[in-house]
């Protein structure tokens, strides 16, 4: 029996393929050093930073609060309005702020609508642009 132990003659042929050995091995190394290194930079020195929060400081006018009850009447936070053109005539010279104030419409659940369409109306008549209703939320189901 006999063994063949050498190659056969075309041992002069160049190697085509790269050998990416040595660059596993380099990209290995940069990868532990970074894993190590990146901690230690980011808390090498304990402090507490101030809070501060950006807030843009603009006077805002109070918001207006106007009711209706269930038998249409209509009151400005606690005073009631004796007529329509009264609420007209207040609204006007709440109008003409700058920044305009908000007007809040609180209707009462059981009411009719005609009392809050005379507030809108109302408040379009003398120009006022932000209305908001003010409702309550339904109350929680417990499961």
């Given at each position: 029996?006999?063994?063949?132990?050498?190659?056969?003659?075309?041992?002069?042929?160049?190697?085509?393929?790269?050998?990416?050995?040595p660059l596993?091995?380099?990209?290995?190394?940069?990868?532990?050093?970074?894993?190590?290194?990146?901690?230690?930079?980011?808390?090498?020195?304990?402090?507490?930073?101030?809070?501060?929060?950006?807030?843009?400081?603009?006077?805002?006018?109070?918001?207006?609060?106007?009711?209706?009850?269930?038998?249409?009447?209509?009151?400005?936070?606690?005073?009631?309005?004796?007529?329509?053109?009264?609420?007209?005539?207040?609204?006007?010279?709440?109008?003409?702020?700058?920044?305009?104030?908000?007007?809040?419409?609180?209707?009462?659940?059981?009411?009719?609508?005609?009392?809050?369409?005379?507030?809108?109306?109302?408040?379009?008549?003398?120009?006022?642009?932000?209305?908001?209703?003010i409702t309550?939320?339904?109350?929680?189901?417990?499961?």
């Amino acid at each position: 029996m006999s063994m063949n132990v050498g190659s056969s003659g075309d041992d002069d042929e160049p190697i085509s393929t790269i050998n990416t050995t040595p660059l596993v091995d380099v990209m290995m190394v940069l990868l532990i050093i970074f894993l190590i290194t990146v901690p230690v930079v980011r808390n090498s020195v304990p402090l507490q930073l101030p809070k501060e929060r950006n807030e843009v400081r603009e006077t805002k006018p109070e918001n207006i609060t106007i009711s209706v009850d269930i038998n249409d009447r209509i009151y400005w936070n606690e005073l009631q309005m004796k007529t329509t053109d009264a609420l007209i005539d207040r609204l006007k010279k709440v109008a003409v702020l700058t920044p305009q104030p908000e007007v809040q419409i609180r209707g009462d659940a059981n009411g009719r609508y005609a009392g809050v369409g005379r507030v809108i109306y109302a408040c379009q008549r003398a120009g006022i642009s932000k209305i908001a209703f003010i409702t309550e939320p339904p109350a929680r189901q417990v499961l």
